[in-house]
């Protein structure tokens, strides 16, 4: 027999030649073959075939003899059986793949929840009701770098900058106590502005070995921090052994009588500072009479600032007796301070004692009557050095400003003067501006919140049409309206000096805003602000100062406020196509704000 198989259509074969394999098959009904591999002969697999048949043995044994030479390989029963086993192994293997699956997903996610139960309970965490402090301990520690990151490039700034400012950043005791010492042997900063801050007492003291070797620092300013009277002793005592800061910030810092006595405790020692300032604190007489008994003693300080305190008549009486022993300061500021006339009678005659020069005088909100505009009067006619005089916010009345005006009338120092909100009335007004024609010495005059009316206009107008040199001049809510608005229109025709005119909330309308256009509308090469702010001014008035705009090209306007008024987008647009328009013909660019 050959050892070579051939197949024949009634036999099933199989043929293995390299990576090619073919399958035949045929089912006879009565006769059944298993085909097993028995071993590799001459490179191909034997096998060894069992034949079932329904002949007699000899025919059998020829079969089976048949079947070594053909080797046929039945396959249905094999197809058979993997049919049927095949669902249940697809079974068997998703089963263990899904079961592997929620093994490795659930299990680690109960234990990661069960160890964050645990550290729940831990004693790391401070549950507190305050906003953002139930962290732990990580997020705390993540949140303390951030704080000095930004503390390092505070410190950064102190050590690059000649003026830095650190207002508002409430960074605390803490945050000085680490910033302080970026100020030791610091030779670039010279002005620092550490203001609301949180700064207490306690953070003050970090000073102490810093300033005193610092020679290049000139501006200190701690205002708006609590410090106290405790704080402003320490920072005393620091600075008596200072010998750079010149300006000493201290407002709002609930000083009080004991802070006012470190102070002037400091003022007797310390002659490097030239301006102090302790405004809006609580310092009454004794605090008052303190510093006025270091003043004889300082050949140094200039400026004084006690706005907002609680001096009185006896408090500034007391400063005006330190005063006439002092040769150096030259501003006094003492607004709201309650002095009333008897204070002010007190100071003018301390002011007219002393052999110093007074150039800035701010006695404004001081409950001064008639009677103490006497004696400001009599001061005024005295002085040769006072250049700016604040006594807004009193109520001298026509009385007291007919007495201002006759002393102005022999004073040629004062350049500006502010006698708004002191009910005068036109009379008043009328003995102001007649001041104006013979005194050329005045270039700020505000006398606004005075209800002085269309008359009150009409003689201030009349006035700086020809003469004056006054060149900012506030008259608003002074009920000017319409008829007033007239009188000040003629006089901007005419008048070459004033370059800045406030006339908010005068009742102008749009009769009066046209006034005013129509006069816009000629050359005046000195008016450059105009402020027409809460006047009830509507698109008509808008569209009459926006023609005037474009009419004028040479206009010298730089900025016009309209603010506060009834004007809608169409007004709106009409002016802002009037800025639009001169500054394509002459390249200039006039502000409008609505």
Request: charged letters at 20%; one cysteine or more.
């Amino acid at each position: 027999m050959s050892s070579t198989s051939t197949s024949s259509p009634s036999s099933s074969s199989i043929s293995l030649h390299s990576t090619r394999h073919t399958f035949r098959g045929i089912h006879h009904s009565l006769r059944r073959t298993l085909v097993f591999p028995t071993a590799e002969i001459g490179g191909r697999l034997r096998y060894t075939s069992i034949r079932a048949s329904s002949g007699s043995s000899g025919r059998s044994r020829r079969a089976y003899r048949e079947s070594q030479a053909q080797n046929p390989l039945p396959t249905a029963p094999v197809k058979d059986f993997a049919t049927a086993l095949a669902p249940a192994g697809v079974f068997l293997a998703v089963s263990f793949v899904l079961w592997k699956l929620v093994g490795k997903v659930l299990l680690p996610k109960s234990q990661k929840s069960n160890t964050a139960e645990n550290k729940s309970s831990t004693p790391e965490t401070k549950w507190s009701f305050a906003p953002g402090s139930n962290l732990f301990k990580n997020l705390s520690q993540k949140i303390e770098r951030g704080s000095k990151l930004k503390l390092d490039d505070f410190a950064r700034e102190l050590r690059s900058f000649r003026i830095v400012d650190l207002s508002g950043r409430n960074f605390g005791d803490d945050g000085m106590i680490f910033l302080a010492e970026s100020l030791a042997y610091n030779k670039a900063v010279e002005e620092v502005d550490f203001s609301a801050n949180g700064i207490t007492s306690a953070g003050l003291k970090a000073f102490d070995g810093i300033l005193q070797s610092n020679f290049v620092l000139k501006t200190l300013n701690l205002s708006g921090n609590p410090i106290g009277d405790e704080g402003a002793k320490c920072l005393c005592e620091i600075l008596v052994r200072n010998t750079g800061i010149q300006k000493l910030q201290l407002n709002s810092t609930g000083l009080g009588d004991e802070g006012a006595k470190a102070i002037a405790e400091l003022l007797k020692k310390n002659s490097n500072l030239t301006a102090i300032e302790l405004n809006n604190n609580t310092i009454d007489y004794s605090g008052f009479a303190s510093i006025a008994g270091a003043l004889p003693e300082n050949n140094t300080i200039r400026a004084i600032h006690l706005n907002g305190n609680y001096g009185g008549a006896l408090g500034v009486a007391a400063l005006a007796k330190g005063l006439e022993g002092n040769k150096s300061i030259s501003e006094l500021h003492l607004h709201g301070n309650s002095m009333g006339n008897e204070g002010v009678r007190s100071l003018m005659s301390g002011l007219s004692a002393r052999k110093g020069r007074m150039t800035l005088l701010d006695i404004s909100n001081n409950e001064i009557g008639s009677r103490g505009a006497f004696h400001i009067a009599e001061y005024v006619k005295k002085t040769k050095s006072l250049l700016w005089l604040n006594v807004y916010m009193n109520d001298i009345g026509d009385e007291g400003a007919e007495k201002i005006a006759d002393a102005l009338k022999q004073n040629r120092s004062i350049t500006t003067i502010d006698l708004g909100g002191n009910n005068i009335h036109a009379r008043g007004i009328t003995c102001i501006a007649e001041v104006l024609k013979d005194n050329n010495v005045i270039t700020t005059l505000e006398i606004a919140y005075n209800p002085f009316g269309h008359d009150g206009a009409k003689a201030i107008s009349e006035v700086l049409k020809f003469h004056g040199n006054v060149k900012t001049l506030k008259l608003g809510w002074c009920q000017i309206g319409r008829k007033g608005a007239e009188f000040i229109a003629d006089m901007i025709k005419y008048n070459t000096t004033i370059s800045t005119l406030d006339l908010r909330a005068n009742g102008l309308m749009d009769d009066g805003a046209v006034c005013l256009a129509q006069s816009l509308k000629v050359v005046n090469e000195a008016l450059t602000s105009v402020d027409l702010g809460f006047n009830e001014i509507r698109d008509t008035g808008a569209f009459a100062i926006a023609q005037a705009l474009k009419a004028n090209e040479d206009v010298a306007l730089t900025s016009i406020n309209l603010s506060s008024n009834f004007l809608t987008k169409l007004g709106q647009s009409a002016l802002t196509d009037a800025s639009d328009h001169v500054m394509e013909m002459n390249g200039k660019e006039v502000a409008v704000f609505f």
